[in-house]
């Protein structure tokens, strides 16, 4: 019976996240909890689909996510051979309409389904205590609480809020064990958080679990007209290939609200659990050097980099640029192959002010990456001239770029890895490696792999404008 | 008669240095003296050829630099739009050679001849006085000294060596006239530095006035095995395009030693002009600093550049990074498309050092950089994969590739600006923009310009291995 229980926790990753202070590795198009950072091969989305993965415990986990980043969540999930079903927010509007998603989708299965919310941009250093913890927090979700994991603090950090415990709830354990939450505290000053860590208060990690009906009746009480939008988004959703797409209009109708403050400070109902697992939220390039293995020097480095009488840095290069740093202390240095950042690590929160003033002077680094993936796979620009682009084109086995044409450019095609099959005003033909294609301005043409390993292809764009833009799509296997 | 003796002023200007304390924009492959640094539209090498422009005073300049850098120093000449006679080294061998032949040539047109030696990679803040300064000097020299301009120190710098003041040339004026020296100093510490500055010493800058005679009586004194070698070096010299190519092995033969070491702390005839002009020698990234434009935080920044909260730095980009620094100050950011530094202002000596950990570990941006500069123009890597090499290649105007084959690649070309005559296996053709050429394994095969605009193409290497190494020459209008 107990495993019964247990097998309906229902985890929801929320996934919709821009991660601005994690610039210039993270941005817009490719937010952080999809990159590598706190481990070298795995984002913190495929880190934490994988925590989930104990089937005796968790069900199917279902994502959510912004519709942009749809064919990044299913390509992470593929490789790391995860199943989930995904729910496309057509808008950002914060964690509550989300949660609303969320608890709705699991009620239909099971009104008294339990659901773990839980945010895919974390570090969590012991997966099986926080399978534990889970499972320790389920009862008091059970027994109809909103339960919350309570991070004991290590650190009077100022960059997360606190809550403050209560008592104990009724047939919890007694020392560590689920409480009442007496309050939830906004992000304090340093001395306010000492105060707060002697009086036993602990982080919000932002995790939710809770009986799907009794979050209903919360919204329905707190937050009705997010309740409303999100039932009508999802009574008016589409599938797409493998998506859910939730309807847009009803969606936009939700307002922007966090669930803490729609929900859990409102609630009679919240509850904690303290837990004590290593766990960092990488809110910052800082946050994330503490996290990080580092050598004897207190250097935390990736990719190609070298140091001189350097000490306690973080240092990331992506795009193969030689990172250099001699003769610095505490500093955040990360390079990609368009941008740089040079902080301090004490200063990373600032640098969420640094990308709103790229954007404001225009600057497409602030949420472009030049490396940009789409559902047939990906492309980089590599040169740019007066009247000229240059592109490395990688198409995965069996993927297909739409039928197109362009106004103001020709294409040259050279295949340098794998077979492309090309097809120019209606004739369609393979193109090996070192074999090239030309396709002249206005011509209907259509780029795919019919092969087994990934096709490699330069295309040089001639013309007076080589913009995106400029690509008229007469058809489209991804419904774009 | 005074303009006829100033006429015969020789300015010959040491061309040969490496400059890696100012890696990653200076390198091996293209050093800082051809870099614009100090100024954001002129190398320190152009504007220390337009410095001697005024013909009144100054001779035809003579340009002595290494043998890989000679169309770098044609090119930039040109550009100026100044002529000069361009002496090639073929290897390293300090200041002391450079010297001697320098006198040997000028001496060969004039014994009497007055002989400027200068560095290529200094700033001088007013050319009019530095010209000022050399015709004062100029009368020392004639009269039979070896004179230097000792620089009146602005602070007590370690980073240079001193010159001590002796009694007043005969025929000198007085303050601030010509002096015999009394001594030349080591790079002191500053405590040193302070007291030596107390007692009106000078920093040495580098330059030295002399009559050809003169320095040659000095080498025969101080440094026979130098001016043999300089003498048999000029003697076997070949007249190679615009280039005189001293012979190799005559020179290899001279001792590596400086001037200074050589001539100028032996000699008795040693004197020196006090100026006061604004000067640096452009030694470090915080040296650079120093004689930058600076905003009102005190920041001097070039290229796309953001900061937030950040003072008194030096942040360079180039290549189109957009580099950014929050809540730092003091710091010193180099960007280019392959390679970043970051150090203090103040750690900028210790530059030296990461560039020789570089080379042992074998990076290959330790030396070179992506742009390659070749005499028919120039060319850069814009991709590189397992079977695969990208280029975008400029040809100058005229500029003929040479006649060439591979063992281990094929050679797409896509046109993308002007106009290429292409000649594969003795079939030649014009190939226009947009339009593409094939290269097949093995051909016999020449890229030339012969239109009025820069050409411009992309170039896909495909092939098992794309190194510069398989490159088998057939013929080269260059030489080479």
Redesign the interface.
């Known amino acids: 019976m107990a495993f019964e229980n247990e097998r309906s926790i229902h985890p929801v990753i929320l996934c919709g996240g821009s991660g601005t202070r994690l610039w210039?590795a993270s941005r817009e198009s490719f937010p952080k909890q999809f990159i590598p950072l706190a481990e070298p091969e795995r984002s913190s989305f495929q880190a934490t689909a994988a925590r989930l993965g104990d089937p005796a415990v968790l069900a199917r986990p279902t994502v959510v996510t912004a519709n942009d980043a749809r064919f990044l969540v299913a390509e992470q999930l593929a490789q790391g051979g995860i199943e989930a079903d995904i729910l496309l927010e057509p808008c950002r509007r914060d964690s509550a309409p989300a949660v609303a998603v969320a608890a709705l989708h699991a009620a239909a299965r099971d009104p008294q389904a339990l659901v773990l919310i839980l945010p895919a941009d974390h570090a969590v250093g012991d997966d099986a205590a926080f399978v534990a913890a889970v499972r320790a927090a389920g009862a008091g979700a059970r027994a109809g609480h909103v339960m919350t994991l309570g991070i004991t603090p290590t650190n009077p950090s100022t960059a997360y809020g606190y809550i403050q415990p209560g008592a104990p709830l009724a047939g919890a354990a007694g020392e560590g064990g689920a409480c009442a939450v007496a309050r939830f505290l906004e992000k304090p000053d340093a001395a306010r958080a000492a105060a707060l860590i002697a009086d036993g208060a602990l982080w919000n990690g932002g995790y939710f679990l809770f009986r799907a009906d009794v979050m209903l009746d919360e919204l329905e009480a707190h937050a009705p007209a997010v309740l409303a939008a999100a039932r009508d988004a999802l009574e008016g959703a589409t599938r797409d290939l493998d998506f859910v797409r939730l309807d847009a209009e009803a969606f936009a109708r939700a307002p922007q609200i966090s669930i803490d403050y729609a929900v859990m400070e409102r609630t009679e109902r919240a509850g904690v659990l303290p837990v004590r697992f290593p766990w960092s939220d990488i809110g910052t390039w800082g946050a994330l050097w503490e996290v990080s293995d580092r050598d004897g020097d207190g250097n935390a480095v990736r990719g190609?980099v070298?140091l001189?009488?350097t000490r306690d840095s973080l240092v990331h290069?992506s795009g193969?640029?030689?990172?250099?740093?001699?003769?610095?202390e505490g500093?955040v240095?990360v390079?990609t192959?368009?941008?740089?950042?040079?902080?301090?690590r004490t200063?990373g929160a600032?640098?969420k002010?640094?990308v709103e003033?790229?954007r404001r002077?225009g600057?497409p680094?602030a949420d472009a990456h030049r490396l940009m993936y789409r559902p047939w796979g990906s492309y980089r620009r590599?040169?740019i001239?007066?009247?000229?682009q240059?592109k490395?084109i990688t198409v995965k086995p069996g993927g297909r770029l739409s039928l197109q044409k362009h106004h103001h450019r020709?294409e040259?095609w050279?295949v340098?890895?794998g077979t492309a099959e090309v097809t120019v005003d209606g004739v369609v033909r393979l193109v090996h490696?070192?074999e090239?294609a030309?396709l002249p301005i206005g011509c209907v043409h259509r780029l795919a792999n019919p092969g087994k390993i990934p096709l490699?292809l330069?295309e040089?764009q001639?013309?007076s404008y080589t913009g995106e833009d400029d690509i008229i799509r007469i058809d489209d296997v991804y419904g774009r």
Chains 1, 2 share one sequence.
């Open positions: 210039p190609r070298a001189r009488d290069s193969g640029i030689l990172t250099t740093v001699v003769g610095l500093v240095v390079t192959e368009d941008a740089v950042l040079v902080t301090g200063a600032e640098v002010g640094l003033d790229l002077r600057e680094e590599i040169d001239g007066g009247r000229f240059v490395r020709a040259h050279v340098v890895r490696e070192n090239a030309y490699e330069i040089v001639v013309g």
